[in-house]
């Protein structure tokens, strides 16, 4: 685990080619799409040289794709790993995380209910739609930050659909499950993080990131789970003619620098993590784990 940009993929790829037992696993929560291939770093077929990762490409960009999805596919693929395979899942993405390794019990979705919430947050407000929350479950209520709307309808659909608080609904994210995994992390200077994400997202603009995005436009719109990916949203924006070339640029870094640093937080307040600040050491650590497994 770590934040974007501090070289986990690059490190996975060296290891899986190291290591026979590896079978790679993404822990991404937008390259669950495909063709959304530039903009969510996904390891090209020169990179990857013959080696499989998998949960990647699961959908079309235009699908929902939800955390409960994504678990599902996850067991599906561990039950399918040889006996001599152990999954290495490699990324950032925390909900995703915590689907695998908390004992997170992901509450059941309704299209219809969300939908119907959502209309009525447009009609009412935020203010009003938050009150019905502290009505129903004030616990609930109280974790909900200003404004997030997302939130606030999840909540209110998980005890549409369940009659029960949302607040008492599984241990939750912040739950760390037991686990028999070794978790470990690749850490990064703060600073040194700042200058790779803003490489990168050059990188990622001159290898044709905005060409990407004009054949996705062509394929329709994304889907709104898709929609949160990191840069896409400032490139069609840049499509459209609302800002320049350079404007898309500075703002899909200055975006993804913040994510950045909640995914630092997130991980940060996990206490099973073993962090490492060089590739070489935690290479080493993982190998140690795999003589010892």
Known sequence: MGATAAGKTKLSLELARREARIALFSCDSMAVYRHMDIGTAKPTKAELG???????????????????????????????????????????????HSAIFNSLVIPPSDPEVRAALEADLGRIGFEAMYQRLKDLDPAAAAKIEINNSRRLVRALEVIEITASPYSGFGPGIAAYGSSDAVILGLSSDLGALDVAIANRVTEQFEAGWIQECEKLAAMGALSRSASFAIGYREIFAHLRGEISREGAIAATIRRTRRFARRQRSWFGRDPRIQWYNSSSQLIEALLEALDNS
Request: charge should be negative; avoid cysteine; aromatic fraction near 10%.
């Open 50 to 96: 013959g080696l499989t990762y998998r949960l990647i490409d699961l959908v079309d960009p235009s699908e929902e794709f939800s955390i409960a999805a994504f678990q599902a596919h996850a067991r599906a693929a561990e039950e399918e790993l040889l006996d001599d395979k152990v999954a290495l899942y490699v990324g950032g993405s925390g909900l995703y």
